[in-house]
């Protein structure tokens, strides 16, 4: 017989069926809660939550560990390129070589954006926020490949707009990155491969050649940016795509939800802030005061993390691709000099201790990024193009789920109760 807990209502007792997965965590089932009981749970942000169930990330925030389809985040970095790392989390295996350049020929199928595309980037102001230009850009999608709209039912549509999105993502990334700075979009090359291609998109008119050594560390970057199972991004998608809403308007608004600033946003939060402290002369243990006085707003953007509440496992990876590519390029940043007196000086102090406050993947990427020349406002896009595959994947599980339903949260109403209309000219 499964497992059950019991809940006592009203004198009345339920048993809720436990939920036991692979790891062995426990969720108690309560779909019958409401219909059984006319309760509802409430848990303002989710934090005890299980929107789905998903056998694609597992990541344990107590212990420090991430696996993507069971493999260690480690062993990913370390061995498999960006592209293979997207075909695992989306088909739930490492692929053999020939699975490997099938994917690889269809994502490279997609390699040019279709001119009117080009011509809608080309209409944004250059000093647009790149995330808005990516958001929309990608909802725009929808209007030139309208035979992916049946993607959400479809499978053989689904996987193509998987491998069209893999592809031209990141050239729209390019594409307006190029227009803003007042020149020629560059041809996107797959042959490159993904993070070199992205980087030749870039800056090859700038005369830097991409080296090799950086452009693998980006692809380790986006490895570690591939996925995280139901964060606030990831849930976005799922909820969006729930409705059965299009691959391409799905996306996007992952794309949005990743732009705020206590998500995917933090990574400029963090060069910003540090350029903050270095223009008030660089006195970074003020800055600690300031994010410990509880009547001070102020918060060290890059440190916390809703679930890892030890250390987050990229983050130590990250550590060593941002020094290979400091190493690299030679760069002796003053910004930097401040991020490891932060770091330092947070790892030791209680206040940061007690409540687990490690920096997190954002504090580094940061860093890396404005190594690479990337502009601060494009950090957060260099987020998108690592988790898309993760959003891709968590949209196509969902869709390939038939028991799937369409998210509709409850509430619990706290406002007025019923009352009499005033006419406006009775009105106090
Ligand atoms: N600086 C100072 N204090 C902090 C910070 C911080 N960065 N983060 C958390 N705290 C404190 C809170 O004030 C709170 O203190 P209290 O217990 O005395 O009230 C305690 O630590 C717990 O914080 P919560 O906000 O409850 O933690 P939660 O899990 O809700 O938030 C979050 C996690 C949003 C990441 C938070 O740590 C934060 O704002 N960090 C800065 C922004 C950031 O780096 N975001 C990137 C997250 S990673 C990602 O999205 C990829």
Redesign the pocket.
Known sequence: MSEVAKLEIEGKVLEIPIITGSEGEKALDIKSLRKDTGYITLDN?F?NTGSCTSAITFLDGEKGILRYRGYPIEQLAENSKFLEVSYLLNFGKLPNTKEFNIFEEKVNSFATLPEGLKKIIDQYPTNAHPMGVMSAVTSSLAAFYPEFLDAPLDGAQRERAITQLMAQVKIIAAHFYKRTQGKEPVASDPSLGFSKDFLNMMFSEEGKEVDEEVAKALDVLFTL?AD?EQ??SASTVRVIGSSQANIFATIAGGIDA?WG???????Q??LEMLEEIQKAGGDYKKFISK??D?NDS??????????Y?NF?PRATIIKKQCDIILEKLKIEDPLLDIARGLEEEARSDD??VK?N?YP????YSGIIYKALGIPTNMFTVM?VLGRLPGWLAQWKEMREDVTAKIARPRQIYTGERERDYVPMMDRK
Request: glycine fraction near 12%; aromatic fraction near 16%.
């Open positions: 942000g934090v940016h995280h964060n606030c990743l600033q206590l998500h995917g946003g933090a990574n939060r963090v994010a410990k509880k102020f918060r060290l953007m890059g440190f916390g993390h809703r679930v509440k987050d206040y940061f409540r406050l997190n993947v954002d504090f987020f």
